[in-house]
């Protein structure tokens, strides 16, 4: 007869007991009548504050994509810009997202800001910015900012750490400091035009207060959802 084998024992790991990871959240809390008429001008006020809070980087989103079949995908990019037209950011438009989002053009943003225990959350269609918009855009980076777009096809496996540098140095040779570069034919700007904007304040024993924005054919809607 055959002893039973022993079940292996699960490996250890340093990371602390996560169960046990909590805090309570205690600011001010976040009522309807508080609220902007619309959500950009509400994310305007909020950004606002996350800036004079301190916050490093606040424009720095996560935005989350899907393929044609629906696998999703999620990264950090940066806002740089946001109107009544919707929230815009830049990219390689080969990149992972890029070609995510010409096959189906829908995202969301998360906005974690942390330290004041608030996030934005907005969903929303997407569509390309036009090339003026994306020009003027482009001349605003730093030179070197410029010439990493030429040298990253963005998303593709590259050989080495060396092989990109190369590409950069090539670049740095093609167009030296001062002189004008190029916008990448392969680059640009994504809107995404909300369809939802979430303002999420942390509360005590995690009763947080959810106000989500919904577009409609007379305006913005404003529901309160459960934490």
Excluded at 28 to 39: N, S, Y
Aim: aromatic share 10%; net charge negative.
């Amino acid at each position: 007869m055959q002893t039973p084998e022993r079940a292996q024992p699960a490996h250890q790991t340093s990371v602390p007991d996560l169960a046990r990871m909590r805090r309570q959240y205690a600011e001010e809390g976040l009522a309807e009548q508080e609220l902007a008429p619309d959500p950009v001008a509400q994310f305007d006020r909020w950004f606002t504050q996350a800036e004079q809070a301190g916050l490093v980087e606040p424009n720095a989103m996560v935005l989350s994509t899907a393929d044609a079949e629906g696998r999703p995908s999620a990264r950090t990019v940066l806002l740089k810009g946001v109107d009544e037209r919707g929230f815009v950011f830049f990219t390689n438009y080969g990149s992972r997202k890029g070609t995510e989002l010409a096959a189906n053009p829908n995202a969301a943003l998360l906005f974690p800001w942390h330290p004041i225990e608030r996030q934005v959350i907005v969903t929303g269609s997407v569509e390309r910015t036009g090339r003026d918009e994306t020009a003027a855009y482009f001349r605003t980076r730093p030179h070197g900012s410029q010439l990493g777009a030429w040298a990253s096809e963005q998303s593709s496996p590259v050989a080495s750490r060396e092989v990109l540098e190369q590409r950069f140095a090539e670049l740095a040779s093609r167009y030296p400091e001062g002189e004008g570069v190029p916008v990448p034919p392969f680059w640009g700007g994504f809107r995404v035009i909300p369809r939802t904007v979430e303002f999420w304040q942390g509360r005590t024993n995690r009763l947080h207060d959810r106000l989500r924005y919904t577009a409609g054919p007379d305006g913005w809607t404003v529901e309160r959802l459960c934490p």
